[in-house]
């Protein structure tokens, strides 16, 4: 190539570049100077009537549930592999569990391995953020990164697939950044397409022996932070006009990245607020040694803990303080029970599952079949969405049991984890109240006999399982 043609390529390349990372300015400008405003659409946006949910132009509570697997968005494929991920199929498998809600995982990295796991073959991450155009080799033996310039596959697949689940109702976290990976993958950040000798952008960071990278998801370097903006930039750019969106910051990232994580979700508030169509923002447990009151004192307006304050076993209520997605993930890794879903829903929570799925990336041996958790998952949205429960709040000192989600005078749900007796306070209340009981064990209902107010009233429960549901509403 001659070097009048390199000029031009080059001339080419940075007028793209240019247009490229100031496309929300222009669309901004545009929308001011022409006099054509951005419509607030029907994104979520957390209630004022009860900030434990997210609501929308309706005004009902949206309740969130379902199921996420690592690979739903990238490719992740050992070498001998050739099938990528089925979307259809999988959306098809959320709706058959009346799930409406999952986190669409990204992957910082080239490849995904298990430390310390031989049994689990090493997955090789296909297409990521920015192109890969050399001159010059990456230390996975494929060209070098452009950090400069988008590979606009990614985002094109990014959109389609939130449309897609957006046509089956359902609701998208999509995941800006992943930070497992690097603190628990072998040689991860060597794997990082931020790495010096992975890309062309010479950006100054520590490649010794013991550099870990870590310094990537701080705010350590201004390059490295301009860059990510840029990349967020071009997120909300992209689907920033679905109203089925969220956002969450990072999976799992090192303690050390709070102030991090705080910064961007201030920054992607400002970027949606000059767009006028702003969508949540998450900010997930920071493993290892996060705490769940750095998520609490967080810009976020969604946030899912660990396992402490009883996340697992017995959920503390939620006071609104955050809209709580309990995920499993965070709690267990993989793990969870019909019950745990149960006292979640009625401890004001929106219960989602690390699901397994095809079992063909991180739980390989000692299969289990987690069938029960997605099919309790869909049952506790059929009464999210039949209740009023935007007016509903979870009471633990009106049922015995511990577990009622309750407008008081008016509709209330037990649950009723261990035996089959349990009662109702309707001391302060008057009227008659119609009586449905609901088996949790396999989707059975059976009306019960009605009650009056006025006393505290015992139930007993119709069913031979172990737990038990029932709905109380005034007639």
């Not at 080419?12 to 100031?22: A, M, P, T």
């Not at 609901?438 to 009306?447: D, E, I, K, V």
């Amino acid at each position: 190539m001659t070097k009048e043609l390199q000029k031009i390529k080059h001339l080419i390349k940075s007028v793209w570049h240019l247009i490229n990372s100031h496309f929300l300015t222009i669309v901004v400008f545009s929308f001011v100077v022409l006099g054509c405003k951005p419509k607030h659409g029907n994104t979520l946006r957390v209630s004022d009537i009860n900030p434990r949910y997210f609501t929308d132009n309706s005004g009902n509570a949206i309740y969130l549930t379902g199921s996420h697997t690592w690979d739903n968005f990238v490719d992740m494929l050992t070498i001998n592999q050739t099938d990528t991920f089925d979307y259809t199929t999988y959306i098809e498998f959320l709706k058959s569990y009346n799930h409406n809600f999952f986190r669409l995982w990204t992957w910082d990295l080239l490849i995904v391995d298990q430390e310390n796991d031989e049994t689990l073959p090493i997955h090789y991450v296909d297409i990521h953020p920015w192109v890969r155009t050399g001159p010059g080799n990456a230390l996975d033996g494929k060209p070098k990164f452009d950090l400069s310039c988008f590979n606009q596959q990614y985002f094109n697949r990014l959109r389609q697939r939130i449309k897609i689940a957006a046509k089956e109702n359902i609701y998208v976290s999509v995941m800006l950044f992943e930070g497992w990976g690097l603190q628990f993958t072998p040689n991860a950040f060597r794997n990082h397409p931020f790495h010096p000798l992975n890309n062309l952008n010479q950006i100054d960071l520590d490649t010794t022996k013991n550099a870990n990278g870590f310094a990537i998801y701080e705010l350590a370097n201004n390059e490295i932070t301009q860059l990510q903006k840029a990349y967020v930039r071009k997120i909300v750019e992209t689907v920033g006009d679905l109203d089925n969106v969220l956002y969450e910051i990072s999976n799992e990232n090192h303690s050390s990245s709070t102030e991090w994580q705080y910064y961007m979700i201030r920054y992607i508030k400002e970027l949606e607020k000059e767009l006028g169509n702003p969508h949540p923002i998450g900010m997930t447990f920071q493993y290892k040694g996060g705490n769940n009151q750095d998520l609490f004192n967080s810009p976020a307006d969604w946030i899912s803990p660990n396992h402490e304050g009883g996340y697992r076993d017995n959920p503390p209520e939620s006071t609104g303080q955050k809209v709580i997605i309990a995920d499993t993930d965070h709690l267990w890794g993989i793990g969870g029970s019909r019950q745990w879903v149960w006292k979640s829903f009625l401890r004001g929570l929106n219960p989602i599952f690390m699901d397994p799925y095809n079992h063909e990336l991180f739980q390989l041996e000692n299969i289990k079949d987690w069938k029960e958790i997605r099919i309790a998952m869909g049952y506790t949205r059929e009464f999210a969405e039949k209740m009023d429960l935007i007016n509903m709040i979870p009471n633990t000192h009106l049922s015995p049991s511990g577990y009622c989600l309750a407008k008081k005078g008016k509709e209330y749900l037990i649950y009723i984890p261990d035996g089959k007796k349990t009662g109702i306070d309707l001391s302060m209340e008057s009227g008659t109240y119609v009586v449905q009981w609901f088996n949790p064990n396999n989707g059975n209902s059976q009306s019960g006999s009605s009650i009056k107010g006025g006393e505290k009233v015992k139930l007993n429960s119709p069913f031979d399982s172990k737990d038990a549901v029932v709905h109380i509403k005034l007639h």
